[in-house]
């Protein structure tokens, strides 16, 4: 089920993306111009940008992917060449791991609360990225202040380039510190909100602040950095400079994807900044911010 065959597939591209293709076994699903076009989207995009491609489909298939596609040829000097195979990362799902897969889907869309259908492992993943996506589109329209649904625009500013995700969990965060966290809107003594979205601090720009709290929070997506922990890095010593506590709000998603790093990274910044900074991510069943290292492996 190639995507148009020769013209979809130079449309492909590596930074940030996931492509699947999927076949049945024919070798000939993929002609040799098509072949050409795979490895040279391998060879160019795949080694300088982040993406996945992924080939999906029965046994006879994936042998002609490995042998014919991940194979690929360099020519050094006249009669002398070289073979270079990419090795990629192989799953097959069976029932006998149905638990740890359901497991590994769940934290993945963020729910680590929630009575899992009994499913296939294919209609559980459509199922959990659903009930995902409804979150995220829930917190794009509306919040929820004390007992009234609010429209989110009224309360969470907005920003150039800015994602949905990034947006929705922005809102999220703010109907958290009010309804769970109990902290008010408005700062009685001074006159002025406590807590308020793109708020700029000297020749920083925070998504989340709450003054009465001296409290920064940045929600990371961490789609397209080449290096992640570099940019939280960045924002804890731009943030702390300023004299602010921090917190990181990680999407459950780029939070499993990048587990170990963030078990560590969140265990170093504890033993160097004590309380100031902690890392998260998100339980979208009870709707809590929860600790990266006790969710996700610490």
Known sequence: MLPDKERRLKMVRAGGSITVIE??????ELKNNEVAILKEKLRELFSQEFGFLVFYGKEDFLNFVRTEILETELHLEEHKRIYITQKPIEIK???????????????FWGSFSYDLPDTSIDKLAVFLEDRFREFIAHYTRTIKIGDKLIPTPLYVEGSEGESITHYALKAFVVEYLHNKLEIPFKDLEKGKRSIETEFSLGNIRLDVYVSSQNLAIEVETLYGEPVPLLKL???????LEYGLNLWIVIPPSPAMLLRKELVEFAKYVKKRYGDRVKVFTIDIDRKELISIVGK???
């Open 23 to 28: 076949g049945t076994g024919k070798d000939n």
């Open 93 to 107: 799902p069976t029932q006998e791991n149905y638990d740890q897969l359901s497991e590994l889907l769940s934290r």
């Open 233 to 239: 890095r960045h924002d804890i010593e731009t943030r």
């Open 296 to 298: 996700s492996g610490g």
